[in-house]
């Protein structure tokens, strides 16, 4: 699938119903939700959707998810972590089972976005969920089996908390220009190897150092980690200009 017209600025976007094909389960509070959604007209990596629930008296809520799935996929996968007394991630998380629907429209935003025609390489930074949107990014770069010079910094609680660890460790095994380096913040493994802590200018330099002097950075994770990041790649010399965020907060999911 391709993004068309629906992702043309000044046109309405219209509510769908997404059918859930398939669940998986990405960690002890995330899932990623496979959809069957009729009429779905594509999208572009690094895109969100609106999602709305009714319940039986009527009362809508609605939160934005990135989407997770490459623009190739034939479902379209939304990646949910469960927020504490929230009042959608709670639902899709735990309620929502095979044949359920929902709605939801979109694809929504054009500005955090990469797709193989752009020239450069690729630097990824993500805290938490926020590897969501740069996940699609990923999927699509490898359909493609694009040789664009790529390095994922991830940053998550443990390494139980780590989303998709296994299909990264997979896209790392398979591509020799893929770099991906996990920083664990709260809990280590005994016999791990890898950097601990908050992200901080060192763990940046070693992971920009294969790319280049300009690449394409995408930042995305909780307000606090996209400002701390990027503050640290302003003070390491990159253009804020160039420097594409997003950022979530506690909205109550």
């Not at 780590?162 to 280590?188: F, G, S």
Request: net charge negative.
């Amino acid at each position: 699938m391709t993004a068309t017209d629906a992702t043309t600025p000044g046109k309405r976007l219209e509510w769908q119903v997404a059918e859930v094909g398939d669940i998986v389960i990405e960690t002890p509070r995330v899932k990623s939700l496979l959809l069957q959604v009729n009429g779905w007209q594509g999208h572009l990596p690094g895109q969100h959707v609106d999602v709305r629930l009714t319940a039986e008296d009527g009362y809508q809520a609605q939160r934005s998810y990135s989407i997770a799935s490459s623009p190739e996929s034939e479902l379209l996968t939304l990646t949910v972590e469960r927020v504490p007394d929230g009042e959608v991630s709670p639902y899709l998380v735990d309620e929502l089972r095979f044949g359920d629907k929902f709605e939801l429209r979109g694809p929504i935003g054009r500005y955090f976005v990469w797709t193989v025609a752009t020239r450069g390489s690729l630097y990824l930074v993500a805290g938490g969920s926020g590897i969501v949107p740069l996940m699609a990014m990923l999927r699509h770069r490898e359909r493609h089996k694009a040789p664009v010079l790529t390095s994922l910094l991830y940053s998550s609680r443990s390494l139980e908390d780590v989303i998709y660890r296994d299909e990264l460790d997979r896209m790392v095994q398979n591509d020799p220009n893929l770099l991906v380096a996990h920083a664990l913040t709260r809990k280590q493994p005994d016999e791990w190897v890898g950097r601990r802590g908050r992200i901080d200018k060192a763990m940046l330099i070693q992971t920009l150092f294969p790319l280049g002097s300009k690449p394409n950075v995408f930042v995305c994770g909780p307000t606090s980690f996209v400002e701390h990041v990027s503050g640290l790649l302003v003070e390491l010399g990159h253009d804020a200009l160039t420097i594409k965020t997003e950022r979530f907060g506690p909205t109550g999911g």
